[in-house]
């Protein structure tokens, strides 16, 4: 009988705390809340409850996921510190994955998307999706660098930069600002596991926050 393996999903790199544990086949139990700068407070309890939710232990946890940003550098830390404990502790893997991806791949997943992140200082993190694969490098840019760098393209905007520059977006005809603005529960845990199969785990002692310029 195949051991079944379940994985707790972290991301605390926007203002939304977001947790998900899961196995192969989908979520067994999901939290999604809008706490601002409270991560560290309230994770750790959330984490126990979504466990107690899910009929799980610490214990029957195979693999750690956590979102590494880029965003907000403090949130996107609470988040892999908590994620590096868990795993050392029970000593399992720990999987690293850009928050980008994780809304990337959160709702619709097809033709070209964008994925920007409100960064401060009148910029934005952003990458260019198509059908769910990543086609730019992560970035870090003004919202008008971001609209000449697609040059026209058709694109499907998802990200916490459509709060901001949802009416920016709309002045351009090959522009549609999307409703996903955060990482989704669903895709945290489904990523990690696509993770898992492919054998991409992080190094525990190397994992880090994706920083794409100095803090704020």
């Known amino acids: 009988m195949a051991v079944k393996e379940n994985v707790l999903g972290i991301d605390t790199s926007t203002p939304a705390l ?17 706490i601002g700068r409270r991560h560290l407070e309230l ?14 232990e610490l214990s029957d946890l195979s693999a750690v996921s956590c979102g590494l940003g880029p965003g907000s550098l403090i949130g996107s830390r609470v988040g892999v510190v908590i994620a590096k404990t868990l795993a050392q502790v ?79 977006f709309n002045k351009f005809n090959n522009l549609v600002a999307g409703k996903t603005l955060y990482p989704s529960p669903e895709a945290l845990v489904s990523v990690a596991f696509e993770k898992l199969k492919k054998d991409e785990k992080s190094s525990l002692y190397e994992l880090e926050p994706i920083y794409l310029r100095s803090p704020v």
């Not at 994770?43 to 009929?55: P, T, V, W």
Request: glycine letters at 10%; one cysteine or more.
């Open 18 to 34: 977001v947790l998900g544990v899961g196995e192969r086949n989908g979520l067994l139990a999901s939290h999604f809340s809008m």
């Open 90 to 168: 029970l000593r399992v893997p720990i999987i690293g994955i850009s928050t980008l991806d994780i809304i990337a791949l959160s709702g619709q997943k097809e033709g070209l998307i964008v994925v920007a992140i409100d960064a401060l200082r009148d910029e934005i993190y952003w990458a260019a999706y198509e059908d769910g694969k990543k086609i730019t490098k992560y970035k870090v840019s003004s919202v008008e660098a971001m609209v000449e760098e697609l040059d026209g393209e058709k694109a499907v905007i998802k990200g916490t930069a459509i709060i901001k520059y949802g009416r920016f």
């Open 43 to 56: 994770c750790i309890g959330l984490i126990k409850e979504i466990l107690q939710k899910s009929g799980l």
